[in-house]
């Protein structure tokens, strides 16, 4: 169920970088034509790249995680006895749990600290390009917390025939 709502969540948001790359590029193809071509550049189309862009960033974090997508340098790690490495593992899903929990709360302050401000040229609070982060770490707090229980219930599996095939 909860892998089911996540596989939901994921792809909700694959949509949405879509959507964002595709408007982005747009932006990009449109101020490029009107600087050179017309010499009359777009005065909201950087800042609203460099937000869509932050946006895209941010809310594929989680996406990537979901994937094993990441970059990894394990070369020491696969080095390790099995049961080692399994724990490496876990405890790494740990920090990057800590790591994603302090983001969505830190992320949620900065929120509420550019509240008033407004992001010149397109004239919107800052907040709302913000808030693009502490979104993208609930997210990916939940995607380490299935990791980290599928990992956990593989470590203990293993451990269980472990233990049946001593026995016979």
């Given at each position: 169920m909860y892998s089911k709502i996540l596989d939901k969540i994921i792809w909700l948001l694959e949509k949405i970088?879509?959507?964002?790359?595709?408007?982005?590029?747009?932006?990009i193809a449109l101020q490029i034509f009107f600087r050179y071509v017309l010499d009359d550049p777009l005065w909201w189309s950087e800042q609203t790249a460099r937000c869509l862009f932050v946006w895209m960033m941010m809310l594929s974090v989680p996406i990537i995680?979901?994937?094993?997508?990441?970059?990894?340098?394990?070369?020491?790690?696969?080095?390790?006895p099995e049961k080692i490495r399994d724990i490496v593992h876990i405890v790494a899903q740990f920090v990057i749990l800590f790591f994603s929990v302090s983001y969505c709360y830190y992320g949620i302050e900065l929120c509420i600290q550019t509240g008033n401000r407004i992001i010149s040229g397109i004239e919107i609070p800052q907040n709302l390009m913000y808030i693009a982060a502490p979104i993208a770490m609930f997210v990916l707090t939940l995607v380490i917390l299935e990791q980290i229980a599928a990992e956990c219930k593989c470590l203990f599996h293993k451990n269980t025939d472990e233990e049946v095939e001593g026995v016979q």
């Open positions: 970088v879509m959507v964002f790359l595709g408007v982005a590029i747009i932006i995680f979901r994937r094993k997508g990441a970059v990894a340098f394990d070369l020491l790690v696969n080095a390790m």
